[in-house]
């Protein structure tokens, strides 16, 4: 990647880090069922009738929204409703990269490598560390939540590729189609139809700029930046940088909020960071025997003659 495509990539991670702080401040009163279907409403008109719909079946457009959307930011929602802060809501959802690599493995009957295997198992330890070093501060109900919003994540990555379906901001858009309905009703069915009307009331202007940074700019440019960066360059070049989203998260928690990474936390997070490269490191490209090399060389000799 030059230097530009870089900066591009820590823009967006900053962005998509920063993010979880803005869902903490805008979600206010408002149910966080709610509030993420109208932030996926925000991510579909208009840009529903402005972006081209990708030429994938329908089927794979509902299931990469109900996986990527609508499960992931679901639970991420209601795990920070429930108490999950938000720099440890960052962090713990880039499990994400364990759960593709294992469901990828079962499902695509990919085989890991050495390097991925192992990065899934100093991930999961980092987790393990996190959760057991957060004593009674946060609601393991919360951690839990967060986790599926991860599950989530990684299974919607692993429709994404079975399905061939190609990346970038069609995708987005038109896969957000089944995401604000099911939301609203579910918000309705846990939180109750008076729940609902005193969130749209309680619907202020933080909640306002909160959906439309989560939405305009996390969702619709940031998605469009960074799949821009992986039609430019190798994705193991690419990927790696939405690591630098927790680490914003947190050092914007702790900056803003006052909420202080404790020991576990630092080291867990530190942990499930590094098993993630670890996972994402890519694959060295087999060494030609040597004598295939010289024989290469004598034919390049012989064809400059």
Do not use: K
């Not at 469009?224 to 939405?242: H, I």
């Amino acid at each position: 990647m030059n230097r530009r495509d870089s900066l591009l990539a820590a823009l967006v991670a900053s962005v998509w880090g920063f993010n979880f702080i803005v869902i903490d401040w805008g979600m206010g009163e408002v149910p966080p069922l709610l509030f993420c279907a109208i932030r996926f409403l925000v991510v579909l008109v208009p840009a529903v009738f402005l972006v081209r719909r990708p030429q994938v079946p329908w089927r794979t457009l509902a299931l990469v929204g109900a996986t990527m959307s609508l499960g992931q930011f679901g639970f991420l929602y209601v795990a920070m409703a429930a108490g999950l802060p938000p720099g440890l809501a960052a962090l713990v959802l880039q499990a994400q990269v364990v759960f593709t690599i294992v469901i990828a493995t079962a499902v695509l009957r990919e085989r890991p490598t050495a390097a991925q295997a192992a990065g899934v198992l100093v991930g999961t330890l980092g987790l393990v560390v996190v959760a057991v070093g957060r004593g009674g501060h946060v609601p393991l109900t919360a951690l839990a939540l967060c986790l599926l919003g991860a599950l989530s994540w990684g299974t919607g990555n692993v429709v994404s590729r079975a399905s061939g379906a190609p990346g970038g901001l069609g995708l987005t858009v038109w896969s957000a189609l089944v995401v604000p309905v099911p939301l609203l009703a579910l918000s309705l069915l846990v939180d109750g139809p008076a729940a609902v009307a005193d969130g749209l009331a309680a619907f202020g202007w933080e909640a306002v700029v909160s959906t439309g940074y989560t939405a305009g700019l996390a969702s619709l440019v940031g998605y469009g930046v960074f799949n821009t960066l992986l039609a430019r360059n190798p994705s193991a070049a690419v990927v790696p940088w939405v690591l630098l989203a927790p680490v914003v998260a947190t050092v914007s928690a702790w900056l803003l909020l006052g909420q202080v990474p404790n020991v576990a936390e630092g080291a867990g997070g530190a942990l499930l960071v590094l098993g993630a490269l670890v996972a994402l490191r890519p694959r060295r490209r087999p060494t030609p025997p040597r004598d295939a090399q010289r024989a290469a060389g004598r034919t390049l000799s012989s064809t400059r003659r």
